[in-house]
C-alpha cells in the first residue's frame, strides 16, 4: 500500500503525515459520490470508484488541483453545477475538500478496497500492543498502567463469560503471585462451560436465534438444540472454519450427522409466516433473501441485501451476482407457507441426552414395578384369603353353572347394579369420569352404562394394544338412534388420530387403528347399521397383521359386510392417552348404553362368539375341579381377584399406570431441530434475476447457476457449486473478508467497539479501520492457527492493551475522545442479559444449568395477550430453579420478547444484527430497580450477606461490594452505606408489616429465621449495590 | 461535573453516528439543552434530536395516530359512491379487477359478487361529504375539521407486512417505527415522559396480531421505542416501587446511590457515569408524573361526556383518546393508539358496527377536544388501517350478510388538525372503490406528510445503518401531499 506524506497538516486528525486512499480518501468519495458515479450507477458516463474511468472521463488531473474538474464542481457556487448535487443531502465539509486536494495534489492515487485484498501478516510483529502503542506515541499520548488485579479479573471475567468473578477467585487470582498467574485465570475461564454460553449469546444476535416463527402467528419453534451445538462447538473450540461449515452446509457434508445437520439449522432461523392469506413464493423469495443477506453480513461483512432490486451502488455486487448468490440457498425444500405450531420440515430428530436419561431410567423403574407386582401376585396366590375367596366363589359357580369362557381376555367393564361405579374387572382399575357422571339403565337381567353423548370415563391402567398384535373388542350395545362417536378409544385426537377405536359412524360399527390418520391408517366399518335403540351383541377381531382384511365384524355372531375405508396401516399405534369408554380424547362422544365390553388379546374365532356374549368369564374356571384348571385358569382368577378384592395391588397397577403414562409423554414429543435439506439434482429448483427484486417477475430468459462475486476470489478448485462450496470458499485462505471480520467481532466484544467500527459493513461504506496493520495480522494469525478460537481470544486478553486500566486523563479526552487509540482500557454497561446474569450470580440464586429449551422467568401480566392473534396467548411463567437460568435461556418470543431485555437494546432478533446498541434510559433504571427479578436478586444477595461470617455492618458491606464490583469497599462507602442501612432498618422496625411486603417478593423461600427489618434493610443496601454504575459496568 | 444531557445516547455512540465533523464547541452547544432550537417552539426545552431539525418551521408539534388494526373497510365507511346501490349483487368485472392479486383467503372463490355497504349514508358538511350515517354519526359532526382521503395505497396484501409497512416504512422486519424515527429526530421536551407512547384497545372483532416491531426501534437506540402505557397493572412497566418501600425510602436510596456513584466519577472520569446518575433521577420524576396522567380523576364530567359512556373503562379506546388528550398536553411528541378488531372477513354489518360504536365518539370527540382547547392547531391527528376491503363480498352473500377480503389497491384514511385542511376530500377512486382514478397516495407518502407537518424533510431525517442512509421513507421516493395542506 503506497503511502503519501501530505504536506498539510489535516486539522483534528489522528493520522498525522500520511494520507491513505482507503482510510481517507474512499469514505469521502464513497459516501457522497458512489451513489450515482459508481459500480450501481454512472451519471454522466462517470465512474469515480475506478481510476481508469475518473481519468477517462476527464475530471481528474493528478498532480494538478486546479485543473481537476472534481474540484472545480465541489466548490462551484453554482447550484446546477455544484457536486454533490443540493437534492442529495450531502455536503463535503472544507476538511474534506482539502483530503481530496491534497490526494489530488500528490498524484490522485488509488487503493483496492482494502477489504477485498487478501489480509498480509508481519512476520516481525509478535504482539498485538505492537500496533497499540504505535499510534498512542505518534499521538503523544501516554497509555494507562496496566489496571488493578481486581479490576482485571472482574473484566476479562465477565468479558469471557458473561458472569462476574465469586470473591473467592478474586482472592486466588490476588494471593498467586506467580508470573503466569493471569494467563492461568485465562485458561480457566476459557475452560469454564460459561465461555460456551456467553460467546453463544452474541452468535444468537447475528443468526437471529428465537423460540417463535416472528410474523403473522408468531408461533412456537423449537430450535434450542441448534443453540446448544453452538454452546458444545464454542466450548469444545471448534476450529471456525469447522464451525462456518457446518452452520453454512453441515447437512450437504459425506455422511452427515445428526448434530451436522442441526448446525445447519443456522438457516432456519429466520422469520416465517403462516398467514392465511399470504403468497407462498413471495414469502418464499422473503426467506431465501434472509439466507443471503444474513449469511453474507455474518461472514463477509457485506450489505448483499442491497443489491436484490438493482446493482449494488457502493461496493462491486452487481444484481446477477447477487442472485448468482441467492442461487446457493434458493434451492431447499421448506416451503412458503410454514407451520404456526412447532417444527417446519424438514427436521431432524435429536437425540436429547436428558430425555434419553430420564427415560431409561423410567423403564428401570417399570421393570422393577413389574417385578414387584408379579412378587405380590405370587404372594397372593399362596394366600389363604386367595383360597378362601376361590373356594367361596367355586361353590357358588357350581351352584350356578358356567359357561366355556375364551382365553385372552385382558379388560372387562361388566356394569354391576347396585355399584354406585364401574371398573375394568380384571386389572381393578376404576373408571374415573372425566365428563359427565355415571348413570345406569337396564339391560334384561343386568344394568347396563348409559352415555348420553356428553358424558366419557378413563382407565389409568396399561393397555397393551399394538398395531401388530392381534386384539378383539366385545360388547353390548344399544344406541340411540343412529349415533357417530366412539364406544371404547385409546386415541390422541391431536396426535393425527393416533391409537384405536371402536367407533360408530351414523349407526354402522366399525374401527380406526391409526399411526398417524389418513397416511398411516386403517379403518373398516359395516354397510349396515345396527337397529336403533335395541341391545346387540358386536364383536370386532382383528389379526395383527396391519391389513383391513383382517378385521371381522359379528353382529349378534353373524358376520356383517363391511367398507374398508382406509389400508395404510404400517406403524406403532401406541399412545398416551387413557383407554376411553364414551369418548376418544376430545372428541366424539356416543350416545348410547353399553354394557360387558370386553378386551382380548387375541382374533376370538366365529365359534367362541357366542361365550363371549354372556356370563362371567370366570364362572366356567371357577365351576371346574381345581385340578382341571390350567396355570392360565388360575391367573385369571387370581387377576380377579386382585382386581376386586385387593386395594394395595391397585396401588402397585395405578403406580405402574403414571409411570407409563410419563414414557409415553416423553415419546410422544421427540426433539427435533429444523434443518437445511436440498432439492434431488433432478428437482432442483431454478433461479432466475427478480426483477426489480420482485418474487413475481423473474427475467426467465437466463438461468442463474450459483456463483461468488467477481471481485472475490473464485470458488475454491473442485468444490461444489452449492452451500458445501459456498462454506469451503469463505474458509479459504485466500478470502479477504472471513476472518478480518470474525477477529473484528471479537474484538468489538472485548474492546467495546470494533478496528472497524462499522462491524456489520466491510464494504465501501464502512469506517476503515483504526489499526488496518493489526486487523490484518490478527486476521492471519487467526486463520494460521487453524481458525483457533479461543488461542485467538487468549491473544487478545492477554495484552497489554486490554489489561490497562480505563481510567480516562483528560489529554485522553482531548486528543482522542472516542478512544480509538485505547490509551486507556473502555468502559461500557454490560448487555442487558448479563446485567441480568450478574444479579442472579452476585444473589445466589443463579441456576447454572446449561442448555435445553427456552425457560420463561418474572414478566409482567398481559403482555402477550395484549398483541397475541386472537388475544389469548398468555405467558405462561415457569416455577422453581427456572427462573433464575442465565438470560440467554429466557424464552424469546420474537413479537414480543422479554421487556426487561429489550429496555436493555437486546434486539429482538426478527433480523441478524450483528452490533448491538448501547444505551443509557431512564425505563433502565426502573428495570433494575422494581423487576421482581431483580428486587428478589436483592433479597437473596442480603440473605447471602447475613447468612455470611460477617457480622458486623462494615463487614458485609465490603463483602457485598465484593461480590458485585471484585474490590473493597472504602470507607466513605461503608459510612454512606451504613447511614442507609440503619435509616431503613430504623423504618423497617416501625413498620414491620411494611418489611414483610418488601421481603416477599419473588418465588423462592425466605430464611425465616432472619428478622424482616434487618433483612429488609439489607436489601435496601444490597440492592443500591447492585445498582452502583460500577455493578452495571464492565471497568 | 461537566453537562452532560442524559436523554442522548452515549457520548461514544453520538460521535460515532454523525461522524467526525462535530468539534468539541459544536458538542457541548448540543448537550446543553437551553441552546438548542426547540421545534417545539417558544418557551419549550427541547432535550435530544438531531440539531438540525426542524428542518423547516413544522406546523405540528405532535400527532396523535389512531391506527385502526386489521384494515377497515373503506367502502362501508367513507369511500362511498350511490351508484354501488345498482352494482349490489353484481359480479365484478374482469375490467376493474385486472390482474389484482388476491389473497389466499378468497383467490378460490367462484363468484365475486359486489356488495354496497348495508347501512344508510348521508352528506354532510360544507362539502356534503358522504359519510356512513349509522355508523359514524359523531365522524360526520366533525367532517368540517378533517380532510379524508380515499386513494391511499399499498402493496402489502396481508396483515403482518402491511402493517410492518405502514408503521416502519418496510414489510419486513428490522427497520424502527415512524415513533422510533421521530423520537430520534426530534427528542422530547418533557424530560420526565417518554417522547413515544403506545395506547392499545382490544376492539370486538378478529384480534390480528400486534408486534413489538410496530413501534419498536429497529436499529435505532431501544431508548427510541414506543413505551406502552397500559390500563392495567403499572402504566409503564415496572414503574411503581415494590410494596413497603415508599417514595420517601426510595428518594433516600437514589440518595445514598447518587453519592457512591459520584465517588466512582473521581476514580474514572467517564461521564457514562453522570449519565447513570441522570437516568435514575428521571426515572424517579416519571414514577410519579405518569401516574399522574393516567389519572382522569380530575376530568370535568362535560369532558368524559363528550369521549362517550366507555370512556369509564379503562382500556377502552375512549379511555385512551382522552388520555391521548392529556399526554398532548404534557409535551409527549407522538401517541399511537392502537384499536384492533377490523378483520372483517365475516359478518362484516355487524362486527363493523360494533367495532365502530367503540371508535365513533371517542375519536370526534378528540378533535373537537383539542380544537376546544386551542391545540389542533399543532396537533396532527391521523385515523386510519393498514389496508382496505375488497368490494365483492369474501364467503356468501345474503340479504343481510357478507365478509370482505383484504384489499391494498385503495383505502381510506383521515388527517386532522396542524396544517390540514378543515372539511376536505382528496383522491378518488372508481365506481367499484376498487381502483384510484385520481391523486394516489402511497402509504410512504403519507408518512413523508406526516414528517413534514412535524418539520420534518423525510430526506434528510437519516440514520446511516449497514452502509445505507436508511430513511423511514426508504430507497423509493416518497412526496408529501401538498394539496392537503391548508
Known amino acids: 500500500m503506497k503511502k503519501l506524506l501530505i504536506l498539510v497538516l489535516i486539522p483534528g486528525s489522528l493520522f498525522a503525515g500520511t494520507i491513505d486512499f482507503n482510510r481517507d480518501v474512499r469514505p469521502i468519495l464513497s459516501d457522497t459520490c458512489f451513489k450515482c458515479h459508481g459500480p450501481g450507477e454512472t451519471k454522466g458516463d462517470l465512474r469515480l470508484d475506478d481510476r481508469e474511468d475518473a481519468l477517462d472521463a476527464g475530471v481528474l488531473s493528478p498532480g494538478d488541483v486546479a485543473k481537476s474538474e472534481i474540484v472545480k464542481r465541489l466548490k462551484t457556487a453554482d447550484l446546477d453545477e455544484l457536486m454533490p448535487p443540493p437534492e442529495s443531502n450531502k455536503t463535503l465539509t472544507p476538511k474534506q475538500i482539502q483530503i481530496l486536494e491534497t490526494w489530488i495534489a500528490e498524484g490522485a492515487e488509488y487503493d483496492d478496497h482494502w477489504s477485498l485484498v487478501s489480509p498480509k501478516g508481519d512476520d516481525a510483529v509478535n504482539s498485538l500492543d505492537h500496533f497499540i502503542d504505535k499510534r498512542i506515541g505518534a499521538a503523544g499520548l501516554r497509555p494507562q498502567p496496566e489496571a488493578d488485579r481486581r479490576t482485571q479479573i472482574r473484566r476479562v471475567t465477565l468479558d469471557l463469560t458473561g458472569l462476574p468473578p465469586t470473591p473467592k477467585e478474586v482472592e486466588q487470582f490476588i494471593s498467586d503471585r506467580s508470573p503466569e498467574a493471569y494467563e492461568k485465570l485465562v485458561d480457566r475461564l476459557l475452560a469454564s462451560k460459561a465461555y460456551g454460553e456467553r460467546m453463544a449469546l452474541a452468535w444468537m444476535d447475528a443468526a437471529r436465534y428465537g423460540d417463535s416463527s416472528v410474523m403473522h402467528a408468531d408461533g412456537p419453534r423449537f430450535m434450542w438444540p441448534w443453540r446448544d451445538w453452538i454452546i458444545k462447538a464454542y466450548n469444545s473450540n471448534m476450529p471456525f472454519d469447522q464451525f462456518t461449515i457446518e452452520q453454512i452446509a453441515g447437512d450437504l457434508l459425506p455422511e452427515a450427522t445428526v448434530s451436522q445437520k442441526v448446525a445447519s439449522g443456522f438457516n432456519r432461523n429466520h422469520a416465517t409466516s403462516d398467514e392465511g392469506g399470504a403468497f407462498a413464493e413471495e414469502l418464499r423469495v422473503e426467506y431465501v433473501a434472509d439466507r443471503v443477506q444474513t449469511t453474507a453480513n455474518v461472514w463477509m461483512g457485506l450489505t448483499m441485501e442491497c443489491a436484490q432490486c438493482h446493482d449494488h451502488k457502493y461496493d462491486p455486487i452487481s444484481q446477477k451476482e447477487y442472485y448468482q448468490f441467492f442461487a446457493f440457498f434458493n434451492n431447499t425444500t421448506d416451503p412458503g407457507m410454514q407451520t404456526r405450531n412447532g417444527n417446519q420440515a424438514p427436521f431432524v430428530e435429536v437425540p436429547d441426552e436428558e430425555q434419553m436419561k430420564r427415560l431409561a431410567e423410567l423403564h428401570k423403574q417399570v421393570t422393577s414395578s413389574d417385578q414387584k407386582m408379579e412378587d405380590y401376585r405370587a404372594t397372593v396366590a399362596k394366600s389363604p384369603e386367595f383360597q378362601k375367596w376361590i373356594t367361596k366363589k367355586s361353590e357358588e359357580a357350581r351352584k350356578n353353572g358356567g359357561t366355556k369362557q375364551p382365553e385372552g381376555l385382558i379388560h372387562w367393564f361388566p356394569v354391576n347394579a347396585p355399584a354406585k361405579d364401574f371398573r375394568d374387572e380384571l386389572t381393578g382399575s376404576a373408571a374415573v369420569a372425566e365428563k359427565g357422571k355415571f348413570e345406569v339403565s337396564d339391560r334384561e337381567t343386568s344394568k347396563a352404562l348409559k352415555l348420553n353423548g356428553g358424558t366419557q370415563f378413563k382407565f389409568d391402567t396399561p393397555v397393551n394394544v399394538e398395531f401388530n398384535l392381534p386384539f378383539s373388542i366385545t360388547g353390548w350395545i344399544k344406541p340411540s338412534g343412529k349415533p357417530t362417536g366412539a364406544i371404547l378409544s385409546k386415541m390422541d385426537d391431536k396426535a393425527s388420530f393416533r391409537g384405536f377405536d371402536f367407533w360408530m359412524e351414523g349407526g354402522k360399527i366399525g374401527t380406526h387403528i391409526v399411526n398417524s390418520w389418513q397416511k398411516n391408517a386403517l379403518k373398516v366399518v359395516t354397510t349396515e347399521t345396527l337397529k336403533p335403540n335395541q341391545w346387540q351383541h358386536v364383536v370386532l377381531t382383528y389379526d395383527g397383521k396391519h391389513k383391513a382384511s383382517g378385521v371381522k365384524i359379528f353382529i349378534d355372531g353373524r358376520l356383517a359386510k363391511s367398507h374398508v375405508q382406509s389400508d395404510t396401516l404400517k406403524g406403532t399405534i401406541k399412545t398416551n392417552q387413557p383407554l376411553r369408554i364414551g369418548s376418544r380424547s376430545t372428541s366424539s362422544n356416543w350416545k348410547g348404553e353399553v354394557d360387558d365390553l370386553r378386551l382380548y388379546s387375541r382374533a376370538l374365532r366365529e365359534e367362541e362368539l357366542a361365550a363371549a356374549a354372556g356370563g362371567d368369564p370366570i364362572q366356567e374356571i371357577l365351576a371346574a375341579p381345581a385340578k382341571d384348571r390350567t396355570p392360565a385358569d388360575n391367573k385369571t382368577l387370581l387377576a380377579r381377584y386382585l382386581g376386586s378384592q385387593d386395594k394395595a395391588f391397585k396401588g402397585l397397577v395405578a403406580a405402574k399406570a403414571k409411570l407409563e403414562k410419563q414414557i409415553a409423554d416423553l415419546n410422544r414429543k421427540p426433539v427435533t431441530s429444523m434443518i437445511m435439506q436440498d432439492n434431488p439434482p433432478n428437482k432442483m429448483r431454478m433461479t432466475y434475476v427478480l426483477d426489480r427484486g420482485a418474487y413475481d417477475s423473474p427475467k426467465k430468459e437466463e438461468v442463474i447457476r450459483p456463483a461468488v462475486p467477481k471481485a472475490l476470489p473464485p470458488l475454491p478448485e473442485g468444490a461444489p457449486a452449492n452451500r458445501l462450496g459456498l462454506a469451503l470458499w469463505l474458509t479459504q485462505p485466500s478470502h479477504p473478508l472471513t476472518a478480518r471480520v470474525a477477529v473484528n467481532r471479537y474484538w468489538m466484544m472485548l474492546f467495546g467497539e470494533g478496528l472497524v467500527r462499522s462491524v456489520g459493513d466491510f464494504g465501501a461504506q464502512s469506517t476503515p479501520p483504526t489499526h488496518p496493520g493489526l486487523l490484518d495480522w490478527l486476521a492471519v494469525d487467526f486463520m494460521e492457527s487453524g481458525w483457533d478460537v479461543k488461542r485467538m481470544l487468549k491473544q487478545l486478553v492477554t495484552s497489554k492493551t486490554y489489561r490497562r486500566s480505563s481510567k480516562i486523563e483528560s489529554m485522553h479526552r482531548e486528543k482522542d475522545s472516542e478512544n480509538e487509540l485505547l490509551a486507556h482500557a473502555p468502559r461500557f454497561r454490560l448487555q442487558g442479559e448479563f446485567i441480568r446474569d450478574h444479579a442472579l450470580a452476585v444473589s445466589g440464586l443463579l441456576n447454572p444449568t446449561i442448555g435445553g429449551p427456552g425457560v420463561k422467568p418474572y414478566q409482567p401480566a398481559n403482555i402477550w395477550n395484549e398483541v397475541s392473534l386472537n388475544g389469548g396467548l398468555r405467558y405462561k411463567q415457569d416455577k422453581g430453579d427456572k427462573l433464575y437460568r442465565r438470560s440467554m435461556y429466557t424464552y424469546w418470543k420474537r413479537s414480543s420478547p422479554m421487556p426487561n431485555m429489550l429496555i436493555f437494546d437486546s434486539p429482538s432478533r426478527e433480523k441478524c444484527v450483528i452490533q448491538r446498541q448501547r444505551t443509557n434510559t431512564p425505563l433502565q433504571a426502573l428495570v433494575t430497580l422494581n423487576d421482581p427479578q431483580f428486587l428478589e436478586a436483592a433479597r437473596a444477595f442480603a440473605e447471602r450477606l447475613l447468612k455470611s461470617d460477617k457480622s458486623d455492618t462494615a463487614g458485609r458491606i465490603d463483602l457485598a461490594y465484593r461480590y458485585a464490583t471484585a474490590r473493597l469497599a472504602t470507607g466513605r462507602e461503608i459510612e454512606i452505606l451504613t447511614q442507609l442501612y440503619q435509616k431503613n432498618l430504623t423504618r423497617f422496625q416501625s413498620a414491620p408489616e411494611a418489611a414483610k411486603e418488601f421481603l416477599k417478593v419473588g418465588e423462592s423461600p425466605r430464611d425465616e429465621s432472619f428478622d424482616a427489618s434487618e433483612h429488609a434493610a439489607w436489601m435496601v443496601v444490597a440492592q443500591t449495590i447492585m445498582n452502583l454504575d460500577e455493578s452495571l459496568t464492565r471497568n | ?486
Open chain 2, 1 to 486: 461535573m461537566q453537562p452532560f444531557n442524559p436523554l442522548l445516547e452515549t457520548r461514544r455512540q453520538f460521535l460515532l453516528r454523525t461522524g467526525n465533523g462535530i468539534g468539541a464547541a459544536a458538542l457541548s452547544t448540543m448537550l446543553n439543552p437551553s441552546l438548542i432550537g426547540s421545534a417545539m417552539g417558544e418557551g419549550m426545552q427541547q432535550y435530544g434530536g438531531l440539531p438540525s431539525i426542524p428542518h423547516f418551521p413544522g406546523k405540528a408539534k405532535r400527532v396523535i395516530y389512531m391506527f385502526m388494526a386489521g384494515g377497515p373497510s373503506h367502502i362501508d365507511l367513507f369511500d362511498y359512491k350511490p351508484i354501488q346501490r345498482k352494482l349490489h349483487g353484481t359480479e365484478l368485472p374482469d375490467s376493474v379487477r385486472q390482474d389484482q392479486r388476491l389473497t389466499g383467503m378468497s383467490s378460490g372463490q367462484k363468484s365475486f359478487p359486489c356488495v354496497a355497504p348495508m347501512f344508510e349514508f348521508g352528506q354532510y358538511g360544507e362539502h356534503q361529504t358522504w359519510v356512513n350515517k349509522d355508523l359514524l354519526p359523531h365522524t360526520a359532526g366533525v367532517v368540517d375539521k378533517i380532510t379524508i382521503m380515499k386513494s391511499l395505497h399499498t402493496e402489502a396484501v396481508n396483515h403482518d407486512p402491511a402493517i410492518t409497512f405502514i408503521n416502519t416504512g418496510a414489510q419486513q422486519q428490522g427497520k424502527p417505527s415512524m415513533g422510533a424515527w421521530l423520537s430520534y429526530g426530534m427528542g422530547s421536551v418533557n424530560e420526565n415522559m417518554p417522547g413515544y407512547v403506545v395506547m392499545i384497545s382490544r376492539g370486538r372483532g378478529q384480534l390480528q396480531a400486534l408486534y413489538d416491531r410496530l413501534w419498536g426501534s429497529g436499529f435505532l437506540p431501544a431508548k427510541h421505542q414506543g413505551v406502552k402505557l397500559r390500563s392495567a397493572g403499572e402504566p409503564v412497566l415496572y414503574l411503581k416501587n415494590p410494596k413497603g418501600f415508599d417514595r420517601e425510602s426510595r428518594r433516600g436510596q437514589l440518595d445514598s446511590l447518587e453519592q457512591l456513584n459520584d465517588l466512582n466519577y473521581d476514580k474514572f472520569a467517564d461521564p457514562e457515569i453522570q449519565a447513570r446518575i441522570s437516568q435514575y433521577e428521571l426515572a424517579f420524576r416519571m414514577q410519579s408524573e405518569v401516574p399522574g396522567l393516567m389519572d382522569i380523576e380530575g376530568e370535568p364530567d362535560h369532558v368524559k361526556e363528550l369521549y362517550g359512556p366507555q370512556t369509564d373503562k379503562p382500556g377502552s379506546f375512549a379511555r385512551n383518546c382522552l388520555l391521548a388528550r392529556r399526554m398532548a398536553e404534557k409535551g409527549v411528541r407522538y401517541i399511537q393508539l392502537f384499536h384492533r378488531g377490523w378483520d372483517q372477513h365475516g359478518a362484516l354489518p355487524s362486527k363493523i358496527r360494533q367495532q365502530c360504536e367503540d371508535i365513533d365518539q371517542p375519536a370526534a370527540a378528540l378533535i373537537k377536544d383539542l380544537d376546544q382547547r386551542g391545540m389542533l392547531e399543532d396537533t396532527l391527528v391521523v385515523f386510519g388501517g393498514e389496508f382496505g376491503r375488497t368490494i365483492y363480498s369474501q364467503g356468501k352473500l345474503t340479504k343481510d350478510n357478507h365478509g370482505r377480503d383484504h384489499h391494498g389497491r385503495c383505502f381510506s384514511m383521515w388527517m386532522a388538525g396542524a396544517g390540514v385542511k378543515r372539511g376536505f376530500e382528496y383522491g378518488k377512486t372508481d365506481d367499484h372503490s376498487y381502483n384510484i382514478v385520481e391523486n394516489p397516495v402511497h402509504i410512504r407518502d403519507m408518512n413523508a406528510t406526516i414528517l413534514h407537518q412535524l418539520g420534518i424533510d423525510h430526506n434528510k431525517l437519516t440514520f446511516k445503518y449497514q452502509g445505507l442512509d436508511q430513511r423511514l421513507t426508504g430507497v423509493e421516493e416518497a412526496h408529501v401531499v401538498k394539496d392537503i395542506l391548508a
